[in-house]
């Protein structure tokens, strides 16, 4: 006779329409972890050769026959798919896949290309049965601590953002029937002694019905919404350009204005953050050699501390060196320090995207397991606290004080039998583990969504690219952006009100708290200003130019570090098409394209020096002759790697005004590294290995 748990797991089974034939068990609503292989079997070893052996999570829904299907989720005959690479947006067939738009989707891998530099594979069980997390001894470097900030801004900052503004629109009393409504059922609950039942209960409803979210909390543009009035304002961008951003700028794909947001806030920070906005990231540049662009330019970070000396000596102080004993080891700690922050903000933006991830799934994750996990939490709170009073509470909690205070020895103890009789425990009770367990990080959710279209040879085309700026004008409104619950307008306002609000005014990005706020921000460069910074920047632009070409010569001449500067500043009129298939690249110093196979017998990634790949491509020609050849299940490690040292980046971008082309460096099994440099189209590369074959990473 069937028993209660395979009923429920029967009726799970096809009610999720967006995992296709995978199935639901009560194990994956359960919050349990999906194995105990780390605590029980901690040195077990298991690789895979391919994504249809299905490691984790992520490679069994890329693999996955989904119900929703768009373009890249198509079965193909061709070896590979081209679905507008180097294509206009207009020209690229939407969707891509089935559930999400392509906006949405670029912004996913814009933001996954900023993210992750580089990856090694893991052998063991993944957290959560997903691969891609952080490593705990994850490098630092400058230029990754702006990431995390950035990405800091763009998840929790602007969530928070947007959740403060909805309690301010609560209490402003604009919306007068809607705050009516909270206000009843807030005292009617507190006089019969219900508030936790019913916040309890308000909250299991927003976790299972989403519709109820529109409900309760009606959508407003971000930066429409006045964070002291709760009524409408003029965005500070002067147009609202964008619906997602506190300014609401004007922008050309969907995500890019929080994007330039976040960019703009690391800059505004000092110190060690004034070191990451100029993009120092060592462990990613060649080493510096005599005679090189980067030898030759001095450290634009130590503008900041010359500065800051300078001004203590003209106010009467001792210049920094031997009068200053403390500015070593504080240097030295603060640095130290780094990597624990950058792991714990990056930690912080993780949790909160798998919690956002989890109430808003984006296929083809399932779109109903995570609800219903966090609701089965939250249900015994619900019916606990009706019959659980203020008094037997509060004596819960001053126990648990008392014995988190005096229980020490007894809790020594069992820490310490548990790590002995259990090594990594600790790790099984992660959130990711458990509540969040098959919730991914967005970083995740673009590694299944590139895998997908590697499972069915439809490499997703990368974001198309718009040298034009965003136009100023109001952007469309509709009522997934902007709405009221019931008769009310929404905010409150007219018409007239708000599209006034949305109109372009010039004036208002400028505008600040007062005279003494526009004395501190600094004024704008005079002409003569202009003309000194033009000489040092066509002076330089000389320098380099005379640097770059020296290195043909030293390249010549055997140096390995100028064969891999060799094409890393192209032309301005050089064409930057490449893919999906072909790349062009250097391997040392020869023009060549590295090409990936996938139609052979062992897919694999070689280089070719053969000129005709340009014209008439790889596919299916058995007449190259690459200079090496990697099978793709034998990669267990990508990095990213500059052309250029983080110095002479800078300076190349300034002066020349050009796009500096970076390479990748790739390791196989048996150690053997290989390098590819000047590459336009690096990063595409990088996602098309990473997402192709069957292995478990994780990112350092």
């Known amino acids: 006779m069937p028993t209660y748990e395979d009923k429920l797991e029967e009726n799970l089974h096809p009610s999720d329409s967006s995992t296709g034939a995978t199935g639901t068990k009560l194990t994956d609503i359960l919050p349990v972890p999906s194995t105990t292989q780390p605590v029980t079997e901690p040195e077990k070893y298991e690789t895979a050769n391919s994504l249809v052996e299905e490691p984790t999570l992520s490679h069994a829904l890329a693999t996955d026959d989904h119900e929703e299907k768009g373009l890249a989720q198509r ?23 089935g559930g999400l738009g392509n906006e949405d989707l670029w912004l996913h891998i814009r933001r996954f290309n900023k993210q992750i530099y580089h990856v090694k594979e893991v052998p063991k069980a993944v957290p959560g049965d997903l691969d891609l997390n952080i490593a705990d001894e994850e490098e630092f470097s400058p230029d990754k601590l702006r990431a995390n900030i950035e990405r ?10 947007a959740a403060v503004k909805h309690i301010v629109r609560l209490r402003s009393w604009r919306e007068t029937r809607r705050t009516s409504c909270f206000c009843a059922a807030y005292f009617i609950a507190w006089t019969f002694d219900l508030i936790v039942p019913l916040l309890t209960l308000t909250l299991i409803i927003l976790i299972v019905y989403p519709r109820s979210r529109e409900i309760l909390f009606p959508p407003a543009p971000l930066a429409l919404v006045d964070s002291k009035t709760g009524g409408v304002q003029k965005p500070k961008a002067g147009v609202l350009g964008s619906t997602d951003s506190s300014t609401g700028a004007p922008q050309n794909f969907n995500g890019e204005a929080v994007e330039q947001e976040a960019s703009n806030f690391v800059n505004g920070f000092t110190s060690i953050v004034v070191t990451s906005a100029t993009g120092k990231h060592p462990e990613g540049s060649p080493p510096t050699e005599s005679g090189s662009p980067d030898a030759a330019v001095p450290d634009p970070t130590g503008v900041t501390v010359a500065a800051v000396e300078a001004k203590d000596v003209a106010s009467g102080g001792k210049a920094a060196g031997k009068h200053d004993k403390t500015k070593v080891p504080v240097e030295t700690a603060m640095w130290t320090k780094m990597r624990p922050i950058m792991h714990g903000i990056a930690d912080l933006a993780d949790t909160w995207e798998r919690c956002v991830n989890a109430l808003s799934p984006t296929p083809p994750f399932p779109r109903d397991i995570y609800r219903l996990r966090l609701a089965t939490l939250v249900f015994p709170l619900f019916l606990t606290s009706l019959f659980v009073t203020s008094y037997m509470f509060m004596k819960g909690v001053t126990f648990g004080v008392g014995f988190g205070f005096f229980g020490d020895p007894i809790i020594s103890r069992g820490l310490k039998w548990l790590n002995h009789r259990y090594p990594n425990w600790q790790k099984l009770l992660e959130l990711r583990n ?7 990080t967005n970083a995740q959710l673009t590694l299944t969504l590139l895998r997908v279209g590697e ?15 965003p136009p100023e004008k109001p952007t469309e409104v509709t009522d997934a952006e902007l709405r009221a619950t019931g008769a009310e307008p929404p905010l409150n306002a007219t018409d007239e009100e708000l599209r006034e609000a949305m109109e372009h005014d010039p004036r208002t990005a400028h505008e600040t708290g007062g005279p003494d706020i526009d004395a501190a921000k600094g004024s704008e460069p005079s002409k003569r200003g202009s003309k000194i910074i033009g000489f040092f920047k066509g002076t330089t632009k000389g320098a380099v130019t005379t640097a770059i070409g020296t290195d043909h010569a030293r390249a010549k001449a055997g140096s390995h570090h100028a064969k891999n500067r060799l094409g890393a500043v192209p032309g301005p009129n050089s064409s930057r098409v490449s893919g999906p298939v072909d790349f062009k690249a250097r391997y040392n110093g020869k023009k060549g394209h590295v090409y990936i196979t996938t139609k052979s017998a062992i897919p694999a990634v070689s280089f070719s020096t053969d000129e005709m ?7 299916e ?9 990697i099978p793709i299940s034998d990669i267990t490690e990508l990095k990213k790697v500059g052309g250029y040292g983080w110095k002479a980046k800078i300076v190349v971008g300034w002066s020349l005004g050009r796009e500096v082309a970076d390479g990748l460096e790739i390791t196989d099994r048996t150690g053997n590294t290989w390098r590819v440099m000047a590459m336009p189209k690096r990063d595409e590369l990088f996602n098309r290995l990473v997402a192709i074959g069957g292995q478990k990473w994780e990112a350092w």
């Open 455 to 469: 499972a069915n040879k439809a490499p997703l085309p990368p974001p198309p690219s718009i040298n034009e700026p």
């Open 434 to 440: 458990t509540i969040l367990k098959g919730v991914p």
């Open 621 to 629: 020609r058995k007449d190259l002759h690459p200079l090496w050849t």
């Open 75 to 97: 079965q193909h005959d061709e070896e590979v798919v081209d679905l507008g690479w180097n294509e206009k947006k207009e020209a690229i067939p939407a969707p891509l896949v």
């Open 152 to 161: 800091f801004y763009m998840t929790v900052i602007v969530g928070l953002l």
């Open 613 to 619: 790949i340009e014209k008439i491509g790889s596919a």
